[in-house]
């Protein structure tokens, strides 16, 4: 489980995008959105993805550079214009998605740059919305297959009409560390014939399947359901909060669990912060909202309050 890693090599594979809110536009896309938050906690993470040739794209560039991002890993796609989805928010906060297809991610590209960073790659974030084509989606298992060093770490995202069976097991295959929700759980179940969705039962039964050292079940206030090959299981409960949003808080999630793990952190405290990293994340909008550092301290302050009197 436990991680000495430095964040050097740290990769996040796929879509990168517009959402398209009713109020404007804001910076998205899974892997974006995990790249962001673990860059804003120090750990110097590398988008891998492709975004269009066109006005979109340069406004996507302009504001990724404005955030520190480092692009020396964007490819830019002269034939198809950068990712889009429409999204639409329920009146409390949980959003529904329209994503746009034939986008520039959807054709990302092998290269000796990637092969380079995936050689020297210690950890791996992927999904499965950017595998929706042949060529991105050989493309990101090359890269998996050439970073022998590396641990992968699957945040599943599945979107409607952007996966398939045979996507879902290959990538099971592929990972260390699988973080999925309840409602991921019982698709997976279904798509390859696991009879229970009991989350410790499912991860159990997944786990011996797929030779997965970890996995991490999103429960929303609940908390998260840690498996573990070597530790056990352990649960974290949630953090009561005033949902602004719930837009990236999975990607926030995920980026807080790695944060921990690359510093060597106990299963237990890897969830917690990423438990902490989401929640406060869901009283911003959008996915990439900067959190200031001494708001951070007194998030995690008031959540330690919270529990004590608990």
Known sequence: MQSQTTGKGVLALGELLWDMLP????????PANYCFRLRQLGIPALMVSRIGNDLLGNELQNALTELNFDLSLLQRDSESPSGTVDVKLTSDGNPSFTINPNVAYDNLEWSQDLERAAQNASFICFGTLAQRTETSR??????LDTATQATKFLDINLRRNCY????????????????????????????????TTEPQAFSEVLMRKFNINTILITLGEKGVLAVDNSVGSVTVPGIPISVVDTIGSGDAFSAGFTYKFLGGASLQ?????????GAMHATYAGGMPIIPNDAVTQFIMQSQRSEAVA
Do not use: H, W
């Not at 050989?138 to 890269?143: A, D, G, M, V």
């Open 164 to 195: 398939d069976k045979d996507t879902i097991q290959r990538s099971l295959e592929l990972t260390n560390i699988l973080k999925l929700n309840q409602s991921e759980v019982d698709m997976v179940a279904s798509l390859i014939g696991i009879e």
């Open 138 to 143: 050989s493309t990101i298992y090359k890269i």
């Open 269 to 277: 405290d890897c969830c917690q912060f990423g438990n902490i990293t």
């Open 23 to 30: 109020s404007g536009k804001l910076l998205g896309g899974a």
